[in-house]
């Protein structure tokens, strides 16, 4: 099968500096990538290489099979690629309509294709004679999506499009490009710093840090086994905690706990997530106080101090619980209980 | 506007500004044209090309500007200059110009037109009309035992702050050649010295009529023609002013003549000459006598305007008019700081 | 939405070769005038360059341009910041019709101006003159940005100083004033600049500044080494304004366009205490400005009757200026084009450097142009000497700055991003650039070309000596006459000229709602 995108031992360095460093996967048709990282890991850079709008300094990029930049060299113009910008972009001296019909051969810029696009992402067809400084953010981005869909591209390449929004705009906003994007079955890439919209948009997330590309898999794969310690708390919550591993248990400050297998031993580091530690008001097993709780709405934090034996470091975890009715005071002596295996890392 | 339309208003404008200035030189057809490069006063000169091109069917192009600036602008073209003809309304600038050779002779019909007083002997260029130095005064400021003997008066202490001129003129630098022609150098750097300290200085010669007029300054010296022209309108920059003429041979009686040369350069020899004949001859001459300028005719035997101080009767003094030298006054008169 | 639409952090790509020689070729020639005064100095040789230069002429007239500068700059920045202050930050009634009027000098040229006071007053000269009618005709240099940065800046900063205490003086000094330096320090040197070049005014009062010197020269010796000398001194003196005007402005850049502000602030209310006062002021300004030189227009007018509207040469006159206005303003920016690219999209050393040559351009008055031009053309372009190209070339070199100014707020409206959209949508990149670039650009390049036909009308000195034969603009028409004392007969070209700069300096005073600074 080929891929509707391959990116192969991607180099771009700028004034010497390197951004992105042997960058190299696959996306297959219809499906949607998130690429995720922190600000400056590189992975708008890369989206701009895959538009066109610069050239890689090493390697290839091949949209369905054909060589668009390495061995040969397409022009943005002539890929069949489309770009929703962080900002959307829209041309401010151009109605919505106009907007919309920019990228079509004239003959093609009739009314009832523009009504069908606006549709498509939830506007009103009235839409289309306002400008777009009439619009709200999210309208915005939609129209910038309508806009881009107009050409029927191979392959949609979205660059933080929510980010500008505000939280609730940003919800319903994504709700509605996903489910559009999804029925097109236009394969899309994301670019996003926000860890739940990468998980809950995507069918395949890669996480890059520092020009690489750490991690590339499922949502679940990422979340439930992050290639290190950096990828793991960016990707979610995460409880880290000394330990020494023997076999496949690991001995820490929240007990004698399950591992993973992956061929680490003695003294490292194992990370949870906040679901695999329940927290009862028995007092047995590991047990600790309640030294702090953070209300926050529909969940608490709670802060534990876990009981040590023979003088070790006292040792802090932050469990993230549902809220509501609950016996929990700070002061409260509980047990803690650690469902499922943790993972290791080197220290 | 859309950008077609743009386009199009702009390639109207170049079209309409380089169809304007077309150059002269249209030989093609019927009729001519010439270039005359004009240091005349305008209205003077228009009304000789008005009456040449009727009588003529030449059509005549005119560059205007002052004596030296027309002049030092031909010296600089040297032989690639579009002018024709150069018009003057003083000397200095006409042997400027002839001291670079650019002059063609001027034909011996012409020539014979004009007294040989008012022409160069070397019959490279002709004079044209004339204008005579005056000083004139606001009657209410000065009385007539109060008036200088001498031009050169002017520099003592007495007359510090009494009285202006336009120096950055050629019609006053005409007037520091003669002076400088008459006494020598020594004698004119001390009284162009006077001058710093004791003139007002404006900008041409109405400007100090009206000043004079308007009792800023009782007094100044000008050329003749200024007054009588104002009277001839409606006399309000000259109404309060009479003028004081030097005779006696003094520097301050200078007449200067205007010039009219040919270019050797000129690609239309016969017409160029054929211009300074008509202003020579009687038609030309006439329009001294009868129109508005008061400029004093020189050619055909015409007399001037009645109004006027006959010629003879102001006891000009003598001067060469291919004598006077105007780089030398440009010289003395920045080291004098005027200029 | 994002502040920085489509801005990216990274290092721009290579600069575009072909933009950057045609950007370097049109600042070269910029520079050419200066270029010639140095090499008519060196050619003239220290010995006499010296005598020519440390006479007590030079002295007397130095004296006069550098206290005429000195005394106008501050009285223009006065007055151009109290009626910007009053207009936009108070309730004074009639504010928005202020407004219009404080920018409306700029469509009376200065000599028109000058021609008007002596009118009315005839014993006016000097440098009390000289200073009266600069200051009336270029106060409007200051106040347009003055207005502007005003109009733009945040409230909230003023309010945490009162609420710390601040009395309104206090505030107005310590907290508005240091942020409106910039759009002050360039209206100054914009005014000063304009002083330096300026002729036909101080003529008119006998006022004698190095550029009034260096036509006298001029005419007695066409292009004589003392003219040159003199317009060395001048470039000098121009440069020395273009270092103090750097140093004053600081590492503060011309505001750009960005985001409008998210509120505006509450006029002041004036009372009954200030409001006659303020009105007085506006009106005493606005009267001197433009009152008197249009009363006095139309007086004369009125005294020459019929008899001055010569129809034929006014139409041949009105049409030589709109040529030469309209193929001027085009020229001039489409010569601009390529620098303000580069600025915009390209920024950098590079781009610094056309920038500031390019105010060194600016800053050289129309006489030396004139004068540099001549020489080359007769020297070695003879066929082009007298020729209109040469004009065009003139008002090219002089007004590149100006369009320029505009011309890079056009662009700075057209982030790359949108061209970048415009290709991802299948558009070719040249096609993307006319459809989405030029498009949004052309508000501000008509303001460019606006201010640039403006000065092409009212410009006279570098006219006077470059115009083909036969060319007769409406400057040189009323120069003419009114040189000859014939002020009736100047008068329609004066009334000409000011109504066709009236919808050039409503086009500017509204670009300058758009843009802070200048």
Redesign the interface.
């Given at each position: 099968m080929t891929y509707a995108l391959e990116v192969q031992r991607l180099d771009k360095s700028?004034?010497g500096a390197p951004?992105l460093r042997h960058i190299a996967f696959g996306v297959e048709p219809g499906s949607t990538t998130a690429i995720v990282g922190p600000s400056g890991c590189g992975k708008?850079?890369l989206l701009r290489l895959i538009?066109?709008?610069?050239k890689p300094d090493n390697g290839t990029i091949s949209l369905t099979g054909r060589v668009v930049a390495g061995d040969g060299w397409m022009?943005?113009?002539?890929r069949s690629?489309?770009?929703v910008?962080?900002?959307?972009?829209l041309?401010?001296?151009a109605t919505v309509g106009a907007n919309i019909g920019?990228?079509l051969p004239r003959r093609s810029r009739k009314n009832s294709t523009i009504s069908r696009l606006l549709e498509m992402v939830s506007l009103d067809p009235s839409f289309a004679s306002r400008r777009p400084d009439q619009l709200s953010?999210g309208q915005?981005q939609r129209v910038?999506l309508a806009?881009?869909l107009?050409?029927e591209p191979e392959l949609m390449l979205l660059d933080e499009p929510f980010s500008?929004l505000d939280a609730g705009l940003r919800a319903t906003t994504r709700r509605i490009v996903a489910d559009v994007l999804a029925q097109a079955r236009i394969t899309t890439i994301l670019v996003t710093h926000d860890q739940p919209e990468a998980l809950s948009f995507a069918d395949q997330v890669a996480v890059m840090s520092d020009g690489r590309l750490a991690q590339i898999g499922t949502p679940r794969e990422i979340y439930a086994t992050p290639i290190s310690i950096a990828t793991a708390q960016f990707i979610g919550d995460a409880v880290i905690l000394p330990a020494h591993i023997d076999g496949n248990r690991a001995r820490c400050a929240l007990g004698d706990i399950p591992v993973a297998l992956n061929n680490i031993q003695g003294k490292c580091q194992i990370m949870l997530r906040p679901e695999q530690i329940d927290v009862t008001t028995n007092s047995i097993g590991i047990t600790g106080t309640v030294a702090d709780i953070e209300y926050l709405g529909s969940e608490m934090l709670l802060a534990i101090q876990v009981d040590t034996t023979n003088n070790a470091a006292p040792q802090m975890v932050t469990v993230r619980r549902l809220g509501g009715a609950t016996l929990l005071t700070p002061g409260k002596r509980i047990g803690i209980r650690v469902l499922g295996e943790a993972i290791a890392y080197r220290n | 506007m859309g950008l077609l339309s743009g386009v199009a208003v702009v390639a109207a404008a170049v079209l309409t500004v380089s169809g304007c200035s077309t150059s002269s030189s249209d030989d093609s057809g019927g009729a001519q044209t010439i270039t005359v490069y004009n240091a005349q006063h305008e209205s003077l000169t228009q009304e000789w090309v008005n009456a040449f091109t009727a009588q003529t069917g030449i059509k005549v192009e005119m560059r205007n500007g002052s004596d030296t600036e027309l002049g030092n602008q031909i010296v600089a073209e040297g032989n690639k200059s579009p002018a024709d003809v150069f018009l003057t309304e003083n000397s200095p600038a006409m042997t400027l110009v002839e001291r670079a050779g650019l002059f063609a002779h001027v034909n011996q019909d012409v020539l014979e037109q004009v007294p040989s007083q008012y022409r160069p002997s070397s019959g490279n260029w002709t004079g044209i009309g004339a204008r005579s130095t005056v000083f004139a005064y606001n009657k209410k400021k000065l009385t007539e035992a109060q008036l200088p003997q001498s031009l050169l008066d002017l520099q003592a202490p007495a007359w510090k702050n009494r009285w202006a001129a336009s120096p950055s003129g050629a019609d006053f630098q005409a007037i520091v050649s003669a002076v400088l022609e008459l006494k020598g150098a020594d004698v004119t750097r001390q009284w162009l010295a006077g001058m710093k300290d004791n003139a007002r200085t404006y900008q041409g010669n109405g400007a100090v009529l009206k000043a004079i007029n308007a009792g800023q300054i009782p007094a100044g010296v000008i050329y003749h023609y200024y007054w009588f022209g104002d009277q001839a309108k409606t006399g309000e920059n000259s109404d309060n002013v009479s003028l004081h003429y030097f005779k006696n041979g003094d520097p301050g009686a200078f007449v200067s003549v205007s010039g009219g040369g040919v270019l050797k350069s000129s690609r239309k020899q016969a017409a160029a000459q054929q211009f300074l004949k008509f202003i020579t001859g009687q038609n030309g001459q006439k329009v001294l006598q009868t129109g508005t300028s008061f400029e004093y005719p020189v050619g055909s035997g015409v007399t001037a305007n009645p109004k006027l101080v006959p010629l003879p009767d102001l006891q000009a003094p003598a001067v060469d008019p291919a004598k006077l030298n105007s780089p030398q006054v440009t010289e003395l008169m920045t080291t004098a700081g005027l200029l | 939405?994002?502040a920085n639409?489509?801005r990216?952090v990274?290092?721009r790509?290579h600069l575009p070769v072909v933009l950057a020689a045609l950007a370097v070729m049109v600042v070269a020639a910029a520079v050419l005038p200066l270029g010639y005064v140095i090499a008519a100095t060196i050619d003239t040789g220290w010995s006499t360059a010296a005598a020519l230069l440390f006479r007590p002429r030079v002295a007397e007239l130095l004296t006069n341009t550098v206290l005429l500068v000195v005394v106008t700059v501050p009285i223009c920045v006065a007055v151009g910041v109290t009626a910007a202050w009053l207009v936009e930050r108070t309730q004074v009634p009639g504010a928005t019709v202020w407004a219009v009027l404080l920018a409306a000098p700029l469509a009376v040229p200065a000599f028109v101006n000058s021609y008007s006071w002596v009118t009315a007053v005839p014993s006016l000269g000097g440098l009390s003159g000289g200073v009266l009618i600069a200051s009336l005709s270029y106060f409007p240099l200051v106040y347009i940005p003055a207005a502007a940065t005003l109009r733009r800046l945040d409230p909230a900063v003023e309010e945490s100083a009162r609420a710390l205490g601040a009395t309104p003086w206090a505030v107005f000094f310590r907290i508005v004033l240091p942020q409106l330096r910039v759009a002050l320090a360039g209206g100054a040197l914009l005014v000063s600049l304009h002083l330096l070049a300026e002729y036909g005014a101080f003529v008119f009062i006998r006022f004698d500044t190095f550029t009034t010197a260096i036509f006298e020269q001029y005419q007695s010796t066409f292009n004589g080494t003392a003219a040159t000398m003199l317009a060395g001194v001048l470039v000098l003196l121009c440069l020395t304004l273009l270092v103090i005007e750097s140093v004053v402005r600081g590492s503060a850049r011309y505001a750009r366009i960005g985001p409008g502000v998210a509120r505006r602030a509450v006029p002041a209310q004036l009372g009954w205490r200030y409001t006659p006062i303020s009105l007085l002021f506006l009106a005493l300004v606005i009267v001197a400005s433009l009152g008197v030189p249009i009363v006095s227009v139309f007086r004369w007018l009125a005294i020459g009757g019929w008899a001055v509207w010569n129809w034929d040469v006014v139409g041949s006159t009105l049409t030589q200026t709109l040529g030469f206005g309209l193929a001027g303003a085009a020229v001039t920016c489409v010569l601009a084009f390529p620098i303000a690219w580069i600025s915009v999209r390209h920024p950098g050393r590079f781009s610094r450097g056309l920038e500031s040559s390019t105010y060194i351009s600016s800053s050289l008055p129309g006489i030396v142009v004139a004068l540099a031009l001549v020489t080359v053309s007769i020297r070695y372009l003879h066929p082009l000497y007298q020729s209109v190209p040469v004009v065009i070339a003139a008002y090219a070199l002089l007004f590149v700055p100006r369009a320029l100014v505009n011309l890079r707020a056009g662009l700075a409206q057209a982030p790359v991003?949108?061209e970048?959209?415009?290709?991802?949508?299948?558009?070719?990149?040249l096609t993307?650039i006319v459809?989405?670039t030029l498009?949004?650009a052309a508000p501000a390049t008509a303001a460019a070309g606006a201010l640039v036909f403006l000065g092409i009308v009212t410009e006279l000195t570098a006219t006077l000596l470059l115009a083909p034969t036969g060319t007769r603009t409406l400057s040189m028409q009323f120069w003419s006459l009114s040189s000859e004392i014939d002020y009736a007969g100047a008068a329609p070209y004066a009334l000409i000229m000011i109504v066709l700069s009236l919808p050039m300096t409503y086009v500017l005073f509204n670009q300058s709602k758009k843009a802070a600074g200048l």
């Open positions: 700028y004034d951004v708008t850079t538009a066109g709008f610069e022009p943005p113009h002539r690629v489309g770009y910008a962080q900002d959307g972009a041309f401010p001296h920019f990228g953010g915005q910038a806009r881009a107009a050409r500008a | - | 939405m994002d639409p489509s990216r990274t290092a790509p991003g949108l970048e959209a415009a290709q991802s949508l299948g558009v070719a990149p993307a459809r989405v498009r949004l």
